[in-house]
């Protein structure tokens, strides 16, 4: 039997949703240890998936199997089951890691060698906006990726993998009712977008070099919290037109408000939402946050998780 476990994923904004020219996407984003699937695979007489979020791991599954790399390996009948779920829709890569984890359960059962990322990626058809989750489903940590050129259809590049600091904690506040943000209306949202003015996307790279990325790698939590967040707020403005303002909903915009007024630094939200998280430099001070705003977070719809950066990828073992 083999066993995978996978970090989840904030996405801290693209730089450049859609433009006329350049490269388009391309941003930042953080690995976290929880939420986190754990999923097993054994042999079996035939193809099975158990357990939590089943059904979303059935269809992934037999995706994964009409593809031309699994016919070409002559996969023998497995049973997956899932004893760790992250729920969909919550603006965390949940599709991202559990589409990757099953390729890498489904590599292992054939090979020995460690698959190339991008071998993965086309099998499973992620990564192909945001590459963040995918560089970080294989080594973790904090993740800026380039975007891609228009039309391409390769992985954007890795611009930068930093180890984010260990006593850093991140708290998170997720929304207890399901998010209507569908892959689906995500992607005819995209569409939808205007070809924006890239001028904002400048600021945006040098908050990146200039401020997030050194103030990581020197573990100086006042510039990253400061830089990341207006990098998240700007990166909203994009959206303006379709989300209604620089958050998703009201509800998000109130929460980062909330955390800003308990003295959180760096709150943003993650993707498209409906997540938010802020940072705080110890345990202590996001254990005293969490404590403070739990009740008053309820009212909103949200239930508040102490988690910290997952300074590896998906980890592989045999039980």
Known sequence: ??????????????????????????GAGLMIQEP?????MRPHSEWQVRGKGAERAE?????????????HH???????????????????????????????????????????LIDLVQWTGRGLRSAIGAYGFEGGGLVVEAGKVQGSAHLSPLVSHVAFPANWRVLLCLP??????????ERRAFERLPRLDPS??????????????????ESDFDAFADALDEYNRRAGEWYRETQGGDFASPSIAQAIGWLHDAGVRGAIQSSWGPTAAGFAASEEGAQEVKTKLESKMAQLGYVLMLTRAANHGALLESC
């Open 1 to 26: 039997m083999i066993r995978i476990t996978t970090p989840s994923r904030l996405h801290f904004g693209l730089l450049a949703p859609r433009t006329e020219q350049g490269r388009v996407s391309g």
């Open 36 to 40: 986190a699937f754990r999923i097993t």
């Open 59 to 71: 269809k992934i599954l037999q995706r994964l199997l009409v593809h031309p790399l699994a016919r």
């Open 74 to 116: 002559g996969l023998s009948p497995q049973a997956f089951e899932l004893e760790q779920n992250v729920h969909e829709h919550l603006g965390l890569g949940s599709g991202t890691q559990l589409s990757l984890a099953m390729a890498r359960l489904l590599w292992a059962s054939v090979s020995r060698a460690e698959p190339r």
């Open 176 to 185: 207890t009712a399901a998010s209507d943000w569908a892959e689906e209306k």
């Open 200 to 217: 904002p996307t400048p600021r945006l790279c040098q908050l990146l070099l200039q401020g997030i990325i050194p103030a990581v790698m």
